[in-house]
Antibody, heavy 119, light 108 residues
Framework: QVHLQESGPGLVKPSETLSLICSVS????????WSWIRQTPGKGLEWIGY???????KYNPSLEGRLTLSVDTSKNQVSLRLRSVTTADTATYFC?????????????WGLGTLVTVSS | SYVLTQPPSVSVAPGETANITCGGD??????VHWYLQKPGQAPVLVIY???DRPSGIPERFSGSNFGNTATLTISKVEAGDEADYYCQVWDTSSDVQVFGGGTKLTVL
């Protein structure tokens, strides 16, 4: 069964770049869309964007301009880079796989990683 | 942008049936997916495409979607069903994934 694990720095300074990696095990990146979703403390879920296994992307308009998603099939990893972060970007960040070759539901999700933006 | 509206909370006694709604403009024309999330854990898919259950999800979980409301129904509620529940759709017009605000299910 495919397993997703997010990793990255727990603390980022305002105006800097947040970089996260989602490592995928027991499964291939191929033919799947991979999304990042975040959840602010005590709040709901916000979709960040997705990247297909070929590298094509779609971003949430609210983050477009600051966001880059990419895949590294040789390492079986999906990456997120969010530039010019502010305290509003403090959240738990999840990676999730979409259903096979579609962008419908998310299954499974990683455990998530908490990122705090603070000086 | 497309908006999904869920009640902030639903309370039900053990053994009873919980209905969690997700409202959206003509949501009946979209595919709705549901997740549960327990504290400190990742969301888990419990219903996809309105009414289908992933393997491992009990038959007590069911879904429907018509008109402007999708509903997640949990029958014979157990204490372990306490969680936050989120609905989600893919808004094809904008190619954006949308989540509802979440509903906290409390088992009395």
């Amino acid at each position: 069964q495919v397993h997703l694990q997010e990793s990255g720095p727990g603390l980022v300074k305002p105006s800097e770049t947040l970089s996260l990696i989602c490592s995928v095990s027991s499964g291939s990146l191929s033919d799947y869309f991979w999304s990042w979703i975040r959840q602010t403390p005590g709040k709901g879920l916000e979709w960040i964007g997705y990247v297909y296994s070929t590298g094509s992307t779609k971003y949430n308009p609210s983050l477009e301009g600051r966001l880059t998603l990419s895949v590294d099939t040789s390492k079986n990893q999906v990456s997120l880079r969010l530039r010019s972060v502010t305290t509003a970007d403090t959240a738990t960040y999840f990676c999730a796989r979409h259903a096979y070759n579609t962008v419908y539901w998310f299954d499974p999700w990683g455990l998530g990683t908490l990122v705090t933006v603070s000086s | 942008s497309y908006v999904l509206t869920q009640p902030p909370s639903v309370s039900v006694a053990p053994g009873e049936t919980a209905n969690i709604t997700c409202g959206g403009d003509s949501i009946g024309g979209k595919s709705v997916h549901w997740y549960l999330q327990k504290p400190g854990q990742a969301p888990v898919l419990v219903i996809y495409v309105d009414r289908d259950r992933p393997s491992g999800i009990p038959e007590r979980f069911s879904g429907s979607n018509f008109g402007n409301t999708a509903t997640l129904t949990i029958s014979k509620v157990e204490a372990g069903d306490e969680a936050d529940y989120y609905c989600q759709v893919w808004d094809t017009s904008s190619d954006v994934q949308v989540f509802g605000g979440g509903t906290k299910l409390t088992v009395l």
